[in-house]
């Protein structure tokens, strides 16, 4: 879970930043990016075809046009949203778990009114907490109405939520993205993955927080004859201290041969 900086700074109090991942928390928990998966035509191809499109620009030369030419690139199709009835159910759960930590989940309601606030301030014309969680209407009404048959637990310590909003006030100016700037870190490898062969190609990449990344993306293709990928990301300084937990992920994936 990566929690902006921008939360932060537009929060009021730290309950408010809880609540936004006790929300995103809730999605995992009800399995909502798995029940949105099942929607979309063929998913896992649609994955292939992202890894396909990262792994041919970055190769480059024929391998590269190879496997970007085999994916069948198309972004678009891979962009899953999640429904307003999910929104809902992420709210109401989120709210109980906030209840469980000790804050009051007025809190996430207030979060929601800031964002909404923000995004008309901006000229959006349906303000929406990011176009990948509509908004289900009445969002305040229903989890006030849900905190008010909630035991909160003993209050939460958030004494060092004003040190870290004053922390992020004196760093200035957040860092643009800007285009990424992957570029080949080494030989291409070939190793197992899940009793497949797959390639290993290490990439460097320069960090929006400073310095350089290392980032290494393992492609292998599927039964269907689409390409399955994970990637590992990490500052440079902090890659061998990584390397036991990256390699037990990697041992983790199980694909099947069922075509």
Same mark, same amino acid.
């Given at each position: 879970?990566?929690?902006?900086?921008?939360?932060?700074?537009?929060?009021?109090?730290?309950? +408010?930043?809880?609540?936004?991942?006790?929300?995103?928390?809730?999605?995992?928990?009800?399995?909502?990016?798995?029940?949105?998966?099942?929607?979309? +035509?063929?998913?896992?191809?649609?994955?292939?075809?992202?890894?396909? #499109?990262?792994?041919?620009?970055?190769?480059?030369?024929?391998?590269?046009?190879?496997?970007?030419?085999?994916?069948?690139?198309? *972004?678009?199709?891979?962009?899953?949203?999640?429904?307003?009835?999910?929104?809902?159910?992420?709210?109401?759960?989120? $709210?109980?778990?906030?209840?469980?930590?000790? =804050?009051?989940?007025?809190? *996430?309601?207030?979060?929601?009114?800031? &964002?909404? #606030?923000?995004?008309?301030?901006?000229?959006?014309?349906?303000?929406?907490?990011?176009?990948?969680?509509?908004?289900?209407?009445?969002?305040?009404? =229903?989890?006030?109405?849900?905190?008010?048959?909630?035991?909160?637990?003993?209050?939460?310590?958030?004494?060092?939520?004003?040190?870290?909003?004053?922390?992020?006030?004196?760093?200035?100016?957040?860092?643009?993205?800007?285009?990424?700037?992957?570029?080949?870190?080494?030989?291409? !490898?070939?190793?197992?993955?899940?009793?497949?062969? #797959? &390639?290993?190609?290490?990439? #460097?990449?320069?960090?929006?927080?400073?310095? !350089?990344?290392?980032?290494?993306?393992?492609?292998?293709?599927?039964?269907?004859?689409?390409?399955? =990928?994970?990637?590992?990301? $990490?500052?440079?300084?902090?890659?061998?201290?990584? !390397?036991?937990?990256?390699?037990?992920?990697?041992?983790?994936?199980?694909?099947?041969?069922?075509?």
């Amino acid at each position: 879970m990566f929690v902006h900086r921008g939360m932060f700074d537009a929060a009021a109090a730290e309950g +408010e930043v809880a609540g936004v991942m006790a929300h995103e928390l809730s999605h995992v928990l009800l399995r909502h990016g798995t029940a949105n998966a099942t929607k979309a +035509e063929n998913p896992w191809l649609q994955l292939g075809q992202m890894a396909g #499109a990262i792994g041919g620009a970055v190769v480059g030369g024929a391998a590269g046009s190879a496997i970007a030419e085999g994916s069948q690139f198309g *972004l678009g199709t891979l962009m899953l949203r999640y429904s307003r009835d999910f929104e809902k159910q992420a709210d109401l759960l989120g $709210a109980q778990i906030m209840a469980r930590a000790g =804050y009051d989940p007025r809190a *996430l309601a207030h979060m929601f009114e800031t &964002i909404e #606030a923000e995004m008309k301030g901006s000229g959006a014309s349906d303000p929406q907490w990011l176009s990948d969680h509509p908004n289900p209407g009445n969002r305040t009404e =229903y989890i006030t109405r849900e905190a008010t048959q909630l035991t909160i637990a003993g209050a939460a310590d958030d004494s060092e939520f004003p040190t870290v909003k004053t922390t992020f006030a004196s760093l200035g100016p957040v860092k643009s993205m800007g285009e990424p700037e992957l570029q080949l870190a080494g030989q291409q !490898q070939t190793v197992q993955l899940s009793n497949r062969v #797959a &390639i290993a190609t290490p990439l #460097a990449n320069t960090s929006p927080l400073g310095g !350089q990344e290392r980032i290494a993306l393992y492609t292998a293709f599927l039964a269907n004859g689409s390409l399955f =990928y994970y990637l590992t990301v $990490a500052p440079e300084g902090d890659v061998a201290a990584l !390397q036991e937990t990256f390699r037990h992920v990697g041992g983790s994936i199980r694909l099947t041969d069922v075509r």
